[in-house]
T-cell receptor, first 114, second 114 residues
Framework: AQSVTQPDIHITVSEGASLELRCNYS??????LFWYVQSPGQGLQLLLK??????LVQGIKGFEAEFKRSQSSFNLRKPSVHWSDAAEYFC????????????FGSGTRLQVQP | DAMVIQNPRYQVTQFGKPVTLSCSQT?????MYWYQQKSSQAPKLLFH???????NEADTPDNFQSRRPNTSFCFLDIRSPGLGDAAMYLC?????????????FGPGTRLTVT
């Protein structure tokens, strides 16, 4: 069964600083990887996804993520964080066999300091 | 705008008193999902409908039921809520259940059990 680990429960960065949120997955075949963002009291919004091809994927709001098969990672990055980026970020993996639902990581809460 | 709507946004119920949460969508997606998200945890899939076909997760308690009377609406029924059922309940939709299908989330209903 697939699993997702987000090692950082909480991260604080200064506005304008760069950001990297870590995500490691466990899945036997090629994973389908997603990053979602959840603002307080809101549902989840898809930031970006990776299925195949170029391992560096661009998403909305200036985010990007890089798939590294050798490290089983799919880290999310942003070169310059804005105060509005403060939210909870979830990495998720989808499977192409059997159970089709997404498996989410436990999330990383991002705080942005002025 | 096409969207996923959840009502109510906040629901308070008493221990053991049945409660129904509702979800509607204007996206005309054929798949609808219900997730449970407890505080500081990842969303956990309870069940989903592929058209009218109901798919229950193996570890979803019998206390949780769902109805989908038509494409647009889906309901989550909790027959006898316990204190442990207090959580955010997220509804999501997708066009198809392929692992590449993007899921669109509603804002969630926060359930409090007193």
């Amino acid at each position: 069964a697939q699993s997702v680990t987000q090692p950082d429960i909480h991260i604080t960065v200064s506005e304008g600083a760069s950001l990297e949120l870590r995500c490691n997955y466990s899945y036997g075949a090629t994973p389908y990887l997603f990053w979602y963002v959840q603002s307080p009291g809101q549902g989840l919004q898809l930031l970006l996804k990776y299925f195949s091809g170029d391992t560096l994927v661009q998403g909305i709001k200036g985010f990007e993520a890089e798939f590294k098969r050798s490290q089983s990672s799919f880290n999310l990055r942003k070169p310059s964080v804005h105060w509005s980026d403060a939210a909870e970020y979830f990495c998720a993996v989808g499977a192409d066999t059997g159970r089709r639902a997404l498996t989410f990581g436990s999330g990383t809460r991002l705080q942005v300091q002025p | 705008d096409a969207m996923v709507i959840q009502n109510p946004r906040y629901q308070v119920t008493q221990f053991g008193k049945p409660v129904t949460l509702s979800c509607s969508q204007t996206l005309n997606h054929n798949v609808m999902y219900w997730y449970q998200q407890k505080s500081s945890q990842a969303p956990k899939l309870l069940f989903h409908y592929y058209d009218k076909d109901f798919n229950n997760e193996a570890d979803t308690p019998d206390n949780f039921q769902s109805r989908r009377p038509n494409t647009s609406f889906c309901f989550l029924d909790i027959r006898s809520p316990g204190l442990g059922d207090a959580a955010m309940y997220l509804c999501a939709t997708s066009r198809g259940s392929q692992p590449t299908s993007e899921q669109y989330f509603g804002p969630g209903t926060r359930l409090t059990v007193t």
